[in-house]
């Protein structure tokens, strides 16, 4: 029998409903609708679209419906960090922000006079950084001391999706546990921490665990767009990295040496362990703990990834100058290596806008070569990254005492074989290509579990083994592309530019 599930996913340019149908252990996936998915910027202020949002999801569930005879599921995932507040009468209270946004900013000092950065780190195993949600949530309560005596809910961007098809309050465990609210141990919402940051336990309610059937579609939407009554609004794993890391074929055993780098607009180097790893080596080295779907930890640094690049073709086609993706990594390919180098999570980076301006600026304060094109400016981007990756693949090496002799790569910037084949080079390990659709493979998944339908992890494994092919790059030879001159040039502009 086929089974039919929707994954909601909404990314940083678009939200995507795709349909996957899984049949005698082999699984399809098939999109069926897309949208843009741009945070509105409006009185210096980033913000979710969530009523479009809300609306082009309902299209595209009529449009699946009308493709698929029977559809069992859904469930959502986005990136990390962001949530909404709901009010008593079940309403939203305010437009959610999107995790850009620069009030945190004002309100960072005042947060770590109550608790260190360091302090932080060891009661959550979370990184801090002003895009936390608990940074968040911290400039928010100041912001606005009415939500105190209003709010009834504060649920994570899937989980509050979730809900306005549902009708059902939920949070769920992978997304939470990138919020900074939960205890580094125990993995549950921590009562110091929120007690920090004036938030109530009760607003978040149960922290769901391993997949949760919430509920049937709201009669009122399914009446609206045609939709078969019965379909479930599921708690899969609401969190896109999380999700992703759960589309990788990998036995528990073949984890310890295996890392993964997650390539989209962040780039995530990362490993999976048994628990979190909340040393001061991994603080020192920016690493964050965040929990995986099974239960068991994803050690990893987030890494201003290929949103360089989008800024950068945003920028250009705002002068008229659009390029294709495909285009600009040939442009890099054909570009000469001039040894110039920048740190990707430089904070100049993170913020959109200006950012050809930027990276020259960077080059000039690091007293380095200045690109004569824009092939030459892409290369020093695309070299920054890998070399980024290189180096935090020796720190997570470091914090967890393992050797890394596998990466797996996956998502949408997989098609960037240059980046690809630097990757392997600079790391000096082979890296295999996973799905470029891993953050929706996992959400399916993370279903088909909820729902009873793969039992356990061999039988996930063999349904990706049978239904997608991976590939295999090799390192080029060592002398053949001067890493350690790399390597070092690369340290240097890290430690002569203050993060
Ligand atoms: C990647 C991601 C990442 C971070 C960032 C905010 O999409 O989810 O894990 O949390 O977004």
Known sequence: MKHNVIAVDLGASSGRIISSSLENGKLELKEQFRFSNQPINITNSL?????????????????????????????????????????NDGNMLATPHSYRDTRTKKYSDALHEKVSPQEMFEQSGIQPDLINSNYQLFADMNLHPYLKNEVSHIMFMPNLVEYFFSGIESNEYTIASTSGLLDGETRELSTEVLDQLGLKKEWFGEISKGGKVLGKILPEISKEMHLDPDIQVINGIGHDTGAAVYSLPMTGSERKNAAFISCGTWSIVGQQTASPVISSDAFEAGLTNEGCFDGSNRLLKNITGLWIVQELQKEWSFKGEMVEFGEMVKQAENAEHIGSYINPNAACFSEPSDMEERIIEFLKKTNQRLPQSRGELLLIVFESLALSYHQTIIELEKATNESIDTIYMFGGGTKNSLLVQLTADFCQTNVVIGPTEASVLGNVLSQYKTLGLIKDEDERIDILNNSFESKCVTPQKLNSINLDERSRDFEKILHDYEV
């Open 47 to 87: 913000y979710w679209d969530y009523l479009k949002i809300f609306q082009e999801i309902k299209y595209g569930l009529a449009i699946a419906q009308r493709d698929l005879e029977k559809i069992d599921s859904l469930s959502v995932d986005t990136w990390g960090v962001d949530y909404g507040f709901v009010g």
